[in-house]
T-cell receptor
Framework: DQQVKQNSPSLSVQEGRISILNCDYT??????FLWYKKYPAEGPTFLIS?????DKNEDGRFTVFLNKSAKHLSLHIVPSQPGDSAVYFC????????FGKGTLLTVNP | NAGVMQNPRHLVRRRGQEARLRCSPM?????VYWYRQLPEEGLKFMVY????????ESGMPKERFSAEFPKEGPSILRIQQVVRGDSAAYFC?????????????FGPGTRLTVT
């Protein structure tokens, strides 16, 4: 039973435009959410997080939005850059991290 | 400050052999987590350890898998009598604290291939 779902396996975006990556979860006990970025043959790198008491957190080009009633979060990257091309994992925490399957983002020059 | 170190980066074992994967957490981190990533899948939690203690092993297969984090030295994930289905990338992460608000820092992973 997948508690964290990333329904889009891949996303392709033009450089300079907005990238929106989506994530849905089912477990109401999750109270902290994170996004990780992963390049091939490397470990995931922490990107940004949000507590369940907030609905938005911003860090430079990256913004995470949380809609608790819909059990949905999204990561916005503006403007997108070719170096952002990677697999993005959504993760949710109750007392341990549960990861989605990831979305491969390709930013085309 | 060195990041999380894992070795070996690649490990090839024949069916029935033992695999030992090592993880050195970031300096100052006393919490270690192991994850497994199968092809086309996300990372799956296996075990959470503190020094000399297993805190949560709910994601570990009941047989053949064990983990330790001794007082001195790296954390070890041990897989006995490996089978082809054990082929995966194994990632270790560390954090300086536990609780509701924390980030885990990941190592580069060990890619295990069972032939």
């Amino acid at each position: 039973d997948q508690q964290v779902k990333q329904n889009s396996p891949s996303l392709s975006v033009q450089e300079g435009r907005i990238s929106i990556l989506n994530c849905d979860y089912t477990n109401s006990m999750f109270d902290y959410f994170l996004w990780y970025k992963k390049y091939p043959a490397e470990g995931p790198t922490f990107l940004i997080s949000i507590s369940s008491i907030k609905d938005k957190n911003e860090d430079g080009r990256f913004t995470v939005f949380l809609n608790k009633s819909a059990k949905h979060l999204s990561l916005h990257i503006v403007p997108s850059q070719p170096g952002d091309s990677a697999v993005y994992f959504c993760a949710a925490s109750a007392n341990k991290l549960t990861f989605g399957k990831g979305t491969l983002l390709t930013v085309n020059p | 400050n060195a990041g999380v170190m894992q070795n070996p980066r690649h490990l090839v074992r024949r069916r029935g052999q033992e695999a030992r994967l090592r993880c050195s957490p970031m300096k100052g981190h006393s919490h270690v987590y192991w994850y497994r990533q199968l092809p086309e899948e996300g990372l799956k939690f296996m075990v959470y350890l503190q020094k000399e203690n297993i805190i949560d092993e709910s994601g570990m297969p009941k047989e053949r898998f064990s983990a330790e984090f001794p007082k001195e030295g790296p954390s070890i994930l041990r897989i006995q009598q490996v089978v082809r289905g054990d082929s995966a990338a194994y990632f270790c992460a560390s954090s300086p604290r536990t609780g509701d608000r924390y980030e885990q820092y990941f190592g580069p992973g060990t890619r295990l291939t069972v032939t």
